[in-house]
């Protein structure tokens, strides 16, 4: 029994096939477009036809129908990468959808499209909302490009759980390995913020003598901050051992700094510059850390 009809570019009277979506949605399309975008379907146009009086597949208004397992949406997606730029691309920005879509895309075989969908896939968006499931999908599909990148936007959330990794269908081994990889950044953070050779570096002394010249405020004899034979702020030293922990402390930091009339000329301004320093420095590191999971 014929399907509902797709919606536009699909319901084109001069096509000259059709798609079937598994919930019988009726997709005319074009032979010379999935020929051209797929080697699935360029094999299978080039097969001889059988004779109508052979032949048991089903035909609709005079044009072969073939059954995909694709829904009607995962299918209207796939479809628009495969056309002319008059038709827009499917914006993908539901992570259900990204899946789908990649599957679908290296199924037939069409690579134009499966690099348009990993583009999409590792978009801002989609890695801030949920990137242990993007990690989930470059694994499922070995796209260890992708999977390094959801692993490091993974750092920006808390440490997932055993039971809530499994449940994004994670193997073991993947599990384990982000769990390991999560260690080696958090230890990569704690040594910028013990030793401060990066910064000495990186900066002259008068990008930091601030925070370290005399003032009213207490310092901190920590060697672990002494720059030039002179001990931080107190208040600054007990930001960089919070920041080793947890990297959202600034606005504390300065409330703190605010306090004393010397400080609080150049706090604001001056500890934005060293925390934009400091996340350069630690995505630096960060970047060097591989992934080391078998995907």
């Known amino acids: 029994m014929p399907g509902d009809s797709a919606k536009a570019p699909f319901n084109n009277a001069k096509a000259d096939i059709i798609l079937c979506s598994s919930d019988n949605v009726y997709f005319r399309v074009f032979r010379c477009m999935l020929a051209l975008s797929s080697p699935f379907f360029e094999a299978m146009f080039d097969l001889p036809r059988p004779s109508r009086d052979h032949c048991k597949d089903e035909m609709f208004d005079g044009l072969d129908v073939i059954w995909v397992s ?26 259900n959808d990204v899946e789908q879509v990649l599957e679908a895309a290296m199924k037939y075989g069409m690579e134009d499209v499966e690099e348009r969908v990993r583009k999409a896939m590792v978009t801002t968006s989609l890695l801030e909302s949920n990137p242990v499931r993007v990690l989930a999908i470059a694994c499922r599909f070995s796209l260890e490009p992708e999977a390094g990148i959801a692993a490091r936007y993974s750092l920006h959330h808390t440490a997932p759980t055993h039971d809530s990794l499994a449940a994004e269908h994670l193997p073991n081994n993947v599990i384990q390995g982000l769990v390991a990889y999560r260690s080696r950044c958090g230890q990569a953070a704690r040594t910028l913020c013990d030793n401060l050779d990066w910064l000495k570096k990186s900066q002259t002394h008068s990008f930091y003598e601030w925070w370290t010249n005399c003032c009213p405020c207490n310092s901190k004899a920590d060697v672990r901050y002494l720059i030039h034979g002179t001990y931080p702020r107190e208040w600054w030293a007990d930001y960089m051992d919070r920041t080793s922990i947890l990297t959202k402390n600034l606005e504390e930091a300065v409330e703190r700094a605010n306090s004393c009339p010397s400080c609080r000329r150049r706090a604001q301004d001056q500890m934005i510059q060293f925390t ?11 970047a060097e850390i591989a992934l080391d999971i078998a995907i």
């Open 70 to 95: 694709e829904n009607s949406r995962t299918l209207d997606m796939l479809l628009r990468f495969c056309y002319p730029a008059a038709v827009k691309d499917p914006g993908l920005e539901d992570i």
């Open 276 to 286: 934009e320093t400091f996340a350069r420095e630690l995505d630096r590191v960060i």
